[in-house]
T-cell receptor
Framework: EAGVVQSPRYKIIEKKQPVAFWCNPI?????LYWYLQNLGQGPELLIR????????DSQLPKDRFSAERLKGVDSTLKIQPAELGDSAVYLC??????????????FGPGTRLTVL | KQEVTQIPAALSVPEGENLVLNCSFT??????LQWFRQDPGKGLTSLLL?????REQTSGRLNASLDKSSGRSTLYIAASQPGDSATYLC?????????FGAGTTVTVRA
Protein backbone atom coordinates (compact mmCIF):
# COMPACT_ATOMS: atom_id res chain seq x y z
CA GLU A 1 0.00 0.00 0.00
CA ALA A 2 1.37 3.39 -0.99
CA GLY A 3 2.05 5.86 1.79
CA VAL A 4 1.39 9.58 1.87
CA VAL A 5 2.89 11.19 -1.22
CA GLN A 6 4.18 14.76 -1.28
CA SER A 7 5.74 16.87 -3.99
CA PRO A 8 8.04 18.53 -4.53
CA ARG A 9 10.53 17.20 -2.00
CA TYR A 10 12.60 20.36 -2.11
CA LYS A 11 11.82 23.91 -3.21
CA ILE A 12 14.02 27.00 -3.28
CA ILE A 13 12.42 30.34 -4.04
CA GLU A 14 13.09 34.01 -3.56
CA LYS A 15 11.08 35.96 -1.04
CA LYS A 16 7.80 37.42 -2.25
CA GLN A 17 7.38 34.59 -4.75
CA PRO A 18 4.43 32.17 -4.55
CA VAL A 19 4.90 28.46 -3.83
CA ALA A 20 2.59 25.45 -3.72
CA PHE A 21 2.90 22.01 -2.15
CA TRP A 22 0.90 18.95 -3.10
CA CYS A 23 -0.16 15.97 -0.99
CA ASN A 24 -1.90 12.71 -1.83
CA PRO A 25 -2.99 10.84 1.31
CA ILE A 26 -3.23 7.10 1.85
CA UNK A 27 -6.14 5.69 -0.13
CA UNK A 28 -9.33 5.69 1.91
CA UNK A 29 -8.08 8.14 4.52
CA UNK A 30 -10.69 10.84 5.02
CA UNK A 31 -8.67 13.06 7.33
CA LEU A 32 -5.75 15.08 6.00
CA TYR A 33 -3.39 17.33 7.94
CA TRP A 34 -0.79 19.91 6.99
CA TYR A 35 2.00 20.56 9.49
CA LEU A 36 4.94 22.95 9.58
CA GLN A 37 8.22 21.82 11.13
CA ASN A 38 10.96 24.29 11.97
CA LEU A 39 14.50 23.08 12.48
CA GLY A 40 14.98 21.38 15.83
CA GLN A 41 11.30 21.49 16.71
CA GLY A 42 8.31 19.20 16.49
CA PRO A 43 5.68 19.68 13.79
CA GLU A 44 2.86 22.16 14.37
CA LEU A 45 -0.59 21.78 12.86
CA LEU A 46 -1.58 24.26 10.17
CA ILE A 47 -4.88 22.82 8.98
CA ARG A 48 -7.00 19.67 9.25
CA UNK A 49 -9.49 18.43 6.66
CA UNK A 50 -12.33 15.98 7.11
CA UNK A 51 -13.05 14.98 3.51
CA UNK A 52 -13.22 18.31 1.66
CA UNK A 53 -14.06 20.42 4.71
CA UNK A 54 -11.41 22.37 6.61
CA UNK A 55 -12.52 21.66 10.17
CA UNK A 56 -9.55 23.24 11.95
CA ASP A 57 -7.63 26.07 10.30
CA SER A 58 -7.09 28.14 13.43
CA GLN A 59 -3.29 27.95 13.13
CA LEU A 60 -3.14 28.78 9.41
CA PRO A 61 -1.81 32.31 8.74
CA LYS A 62 -4.59 33.24 6.38
CA ASP A 63 -3.02 36.47 5.15
CA ARG A 64 -0.53 34.51 3.07
CA PHE A 65 -1.37 30.81 3.40
CA SER A 66 -4.23 28.98 1.72
CA ALA A 67 -5.16 25.36 1.29
CA GLU A 68 -7.70 23.34 -0.62
CA ARG A 69 -8.91 19.76 -0.86
CA LEU A 70 -11.53 20.09 -3.55
CA LYS A 71 -12.60 16.46 -4.04
CA GLY A 72 -11.74 15.22 -0.60
CA VAL A 73 -8.66 13.35 -1.78
CA ASP A 74 -5.47 15.21 -2.62
CA SER A 75 -4.67 18.65 -1.24
CA THR A 76 -2.62 21.72 -2.09
CA LEU A 77 -1.05 24.18 0.35
CA LYS A 78 -0.05 27.56 -1.04
CA ILE A 79 2.00 30.46 0.26
CA GLN A 80 1.75 33.83 -1.45
CA PRO A 81 3.94 35.78 -1.01
CA ALA A 82 6.64 33.75 0.73
CA GLU A 83 8.75 35.34 3.46
CA LEU A 84 12.18 34.40 4.77
CA GLY A 85 10.60 33.00 7.95
CA ASP A 86 8.59 30.49 5.95
CA SER A 87 11.70 28.38 5.40
CA ALA A 88 10.80 25.06 7.02
CA VAL A 89 9.63 21.54 6.26
CA TYR A 90 5.96 21.21 5.35
CA LEU A 91 4.55 17.82 6.27
CA CYS A 92 1.33 16.22 5.17
CA UNK A 93 -0.32 13.44 7.18
CA UNK A 94 -3.48 11.37 6.89
CA UNK A 95 -5.60 9.16 9.09
CA UNK A 96 -8.60 6.93 8.41
CA UNK A 97 -11.13 9.44 9.71
CA UNK A 98 -13.30 10.66 12.53
CA UNK A 99 -15.42 7.53 12.82
CA UNK A 100 -14.26 5.33 15.66
CA UNK A 101 -12.32 7.98 17.46
CA UNK A 102 -8.92 9.57 17.09
CA UNK A 103 -6.78 7.62 14.68
CA UNK A 104 -3.10 7.04 14.13
CA UNK A 105 -1.57 9.59 11.77
CA UNK A 106 0.73 8.63 8.91
CA PHE A 107 3.16 11.18 7.56
CA GLY A 108 4.62 11.87 4.15
CA PRO A 109 8.30 12.67 3.52
CA GLY A 110 7.72 16.42 3.61
CA THR A 111 8.66 19.34 1.40
CA ARG A 112 11.71 21.31 2.48
CA LEU A 113 11.20 24.98 1.56
CA THR A 114 14.05 27.45 1.45
CA VAL A 115 13.20 31.12 0.95
CA LEU A 116 16.13 33.31 -0.12
CA LYS B 1 -2.65 24.60 25.61
CA GLN B 2 -0.91 21.22 25.64
CA GLU B 3 2.82 21.44 26.29
CA VAL B 4 4.98 18.42 25.47
CA THR B 5 8.55 18.14 26.73
CA GLN B 6 11.16 15.55 25.82
CA ILE B 7 14.26 15.00 27.90
CA PRO B 8 17.08 14.61 27.10
CA ALA B 9 17.37 16.59 23.85
CA ALA B 10 20.24 14.36 22.73
CA LEU B 11 21.63 10.99 23.77
CA SER B 12 24.71 9.03 22.70
CA VAL B 13 25.14 5.39 23.72
CA PRO B 14 27.35 2.45 22.72
CA GLU B 15 25.78 -0.31 20.66
CA GLY B 16 23.92 -2.87 22.74
CA GLU B 17 22.91 -0.50 25.50
CA ASN B 18 19.22 -0.03 26.27
CA LEU B 19 17.68 3.35 25.46
CA VAL B 20 15.22 5.21 27.68
CA LEU B 21 13.48 8.24 26.18
CA ASN B 22 11.16 10.41 28.24
CA CYS B 23 8.12 12.46 27.32
CA SER B 24 5.98 14.61 29.60
CA PHE B 25 2.77 16.52 28.88
CA THR B 26 0.74 19.06 30.81
CA UNK B 27 -2.88 18.17 29.94
CA UNK B 28 -3.76 14.60 30.91
CA UNK B 29 -7.09 14.64 28.99
CA UNK B 30 -5.57 12.92 25.97
CA UNK B 31 -7.01 10.51 23.41
CA UNK B 32 -3.77 8.77 22.63
CA LEU B 33 -0.02 9.18 22.47
CA GLN B 34 2.21 8.35 19.51
CA TRP B 35 5.95 7.83 19.27
CA PHE B 36 7.57 8.67 15.93
CA ARG B 37 11.00 8.26 14.44
CA GLN B 38 12.47 10.87 12.09
CA ASP B 39 15.63 10.32 10.08
CA PRO B 40 17.55 13.38 8.80
CA GLY B 41 15.72 15.02 5.91
CA LYS B 42 12.86 12.53 6.09
CA GLY B 43 9.29 12.48 7.27
CA LEU B 44 7.95 10.86 10.43
CA THR B 45 7.54 7.11 10.84
CA SER B 46 4.99 5.98 13.40
CA LEU B 47 6.52 3.53 15.89
CA LEU B 48 3.85 2.97 18.51
CA LEU B 49 0.43 4.33 19.40
CA UNK B 50 -0.93 4.01 22.93
CA UNK B 51 -4.62 4.65 23.50
CA UNK B 52 -5.51 6.64 26.62
CA UNK B 53 -6.99 3.50 28.22
CA UNK B 54 -3.77 1.53 27.76
CA ARG B 55 -0.69 1.40 29.97
CA GLU B 56 1.83 0.17 27.40
CA GLN B 57 2.44 -1.02 23.86
CA THR B 58 5.19 -3.26 22.51
CA SER B 59 6.60 -3.81 19.05
CA GLY B 60 9.74 -5.89 18.71
CA ARG B 61 12.54 -4.21 20.63
CA LEU B 62 10.36 -1.18 21.40
CA ASN B 63 8.17 -0.75 24.45
CA ALA B 64 6.25 2.39 25.32
CA SER B 65 4.51 3.05 28.62
CA LEU B 66 1.89 5.64 29.45
CA ASP B 67 1.01 7.13 32.84
CA LYS B 68 -1.76 9.53 31.97
CA SER B 69 -2.36 10.74 35.52
CA SER B 70 1.22 11.93 35.90
CA GLY B 71 1.48 13.12 32.29
CA ARG B 72 4.38 10.87 31.31
CA SER B 73 5.37 8.36 28.69
CA THR B 74 8.60 6.44 28.28
CA LEU B 75 9.96 4.75 25.18
CA TYR B 76 12.34 1.87 25.80
CA ILE B 77 14.51 0.49 23.00
CA ALA B 78 16.27 -2.72 23.93
CA ALA B 79 19.74 -3.68 22.73
CA SER B 80 20.31 -0.57 20.64
CA GLN B 81 21.87 -0.79 17.17
CA PRO B 82 23.55 1.86 14.99
CA GLY B 83 20.45 1.76 12.78
CA ASP B 84 18.44 3.12 15.72
CA SER B 85 20.23 6.46 15.34
CA ALA B 86 17.51 9.04 14.61
CA THR B 87 15.34 11.65 16.28
CA TYR B 88 12.44 10.28 18.29
CA LEU B 89 9.36 12.44 18.74
CA CYS B 90 6.49 12.05 21.15
CA UNK B 91 3.05 13.41 20.22
CA UNK B 92 -0.13 13.57 22.29
CA UNK B 93 -3.63 13.83 20.84
CA UNK B 94 -6.19 16.14 22.38
CA UNK B 95 -9.29 15.82 20.24
CA UNK B 96 -7.82 15.42 16.73
CA UNK B 97 -4.86 17.70 17.25
CA UNK B 98 -1.39 16.27 17.79
CA UNK B 99 0.99 18.26 19.98
CA PHE B 100 4.63 17.31 19.51
CA GLY B 101 7.69 17.50 21.65
CA ALA B 102 10.93 18.79 20.13
CA GLY B 103 12.36 15.27 20.05
CA THR B 104 15.35 13.36 21.40
CA THR B 105 18.21 12.85 18.97
CA VAL B 106 19.80 9.44 19.52
CA THR B 107 23.24 8.36 18.35
CA VAL B 108 24.20 4.71 18.76
CA ARG B 109 27.97 4.25 18.47
CA ALA B 110 29.26 1.06 16.86
Amino acid sequence: EAGVVQSPRYKIIEKKQPVAFWCNPISGHNTLYWYLQNLGQGPELLIRYENEEAVDDSQLPKDRFSAERLKGVDSTLKIQPAELGDSAVYLCASSPGAAGGVNEQFFGPGTRLTVL
Amino acid sequence: KQEVTQIPAALSVPEGENLVLNCSFTDSAIYNLQWFRQDPGKGLTSLLLIQSSQREQTSGRLNASLDKSSGRSTLYIAASQPGDSATYLCAVANDYKLSFGAGTTVTVRA
